[in-house]
């Protein structure tokens, strides 16, 4: 993988619903039961049952999405000890519960610190010139439906699954796939690890494409182990998804200079 750290795309207005977007992200993250715990990996039983009922009771789940039944048993986020040892409780739900709704909660959740600050990094590079071009508004609504194509697109390919679906990345990759759509020749630093790691200015097309390949392939379960958790299928109907509504913009929208080629090594500099 190619780590994005800045795009040459100057915005011409202040993209405040990314960075409360981003703010929204954090501050529910660290909100979030075991927040602490993530950050080693380390979590205690009480905080881990505290989480399974958390999420379930907050993130969506493919088989709730599509089949619109609720489980009649949910952790209830307290231990017990059965037979088989000391374990998570479960219990009838104490809450009512929205699955659409929970596809919009189940946007601000994350997994951990890598889970949250990578699609923050994400967000925070290609969300401006995306809100830039979009406005406000009709940026906000535009992430809003792409996390939720994202979603329901999963649970369809997945109506079955009851783990629950949490993060931005449905919505991020539509904001992925608007890009590519309006600025595919916009030069995009990246850090490529070889050895160490190198530094490319790279046309968005090539980064934003590669990035898609891999998220095509990984939903077809290449590269990837059955034990794998990442909604990988969400990644590409959101991308997809913002290809398509960005699309009625692309012949409006004013292009940044064309990358004349590739630079590395001591010859790059963020400003050219």
């Known amino acids: ?16 619903v990314t960075y409360a977007l981003i703010a929204a992200n954090v501050l529910v993250f660290l909100s979030m039961p075991g927040t ?8 205690g039983l009480a905080q881990l049952c505290h989480l399974h009922a958390f999420l379930d009771h907050y993130a969506a789940v493919p088989q709730e999405l599509i089949h619109h039944q609720l489980p009649r048993l949910v952790p209830t986020g307290e231990v017990g000890i059965g037979t088989g040892g000391r374990g998570c409780v479960i219990g009838p739900p104490g809450y009512d519960k929205s699955p659409a709704l929970s596809v919009f909660t189940g946007m601000f959740l994350h997994g951990g610190w890598l889970h949250l600050l990578g699609n923050m990094l994400f967000l925070l590079i290609f969300g401006n010139n995306i809100e830039d071009r979009m406005g406000h508004i009709r940026f906000a609504l535009f992430y809003v439906v792409c996390g939720y194509a994202a979603s ?3 649970a ?6 009851s783990d629950p679906l949490i993060g931005a990345s449905g ?10 759509v309006l600025y595919p020749k916009a030069r995009v630093w990246v850090l490529v690890p ?3 790691f190198l530094p490319l200015r790279l046309p968005a097309w090539l980064v934003l494409g590669f990035w898609f390949a891999l998220q095509a392939a990984y939903s077809s379960g290449e590269g990837v182990t059955e034990a794998g958790t990442v909604a990988y299928a969400a990644h590409v109907v959101g991308f997809l998804a913002g290809m398509l509504l960005a699309w009625p913009l692309r012949a409006g929208t004013p ?13 790059a500099r963020p400003g050219q």
Request: charged content about 15%.
């Open 255 to 267: 292009q940044p200079p064309e990358p004349r080629g590739l630079l590395w090594g001591r010859r």
């Open 194 to 196: 070889f050895l160490v």
């Open 36 to 43: 602490a715990g993530s950050v080693t990996g380390e979590r």
């Open 152 to 154: 329901y697109g999963f």
């Open 171 to 180: 919505a991020i990759a539509g904001v992925l796939g608007a890009y590519l």
């Open 156 to 161: 369809l390919a997945n109506s079955d699954s």
């Open 1 to 16: 993988m190619v780590i994005p750290v800045h795009d040459v795309n100057p915005a011409s207005r202040t993209p405040w």
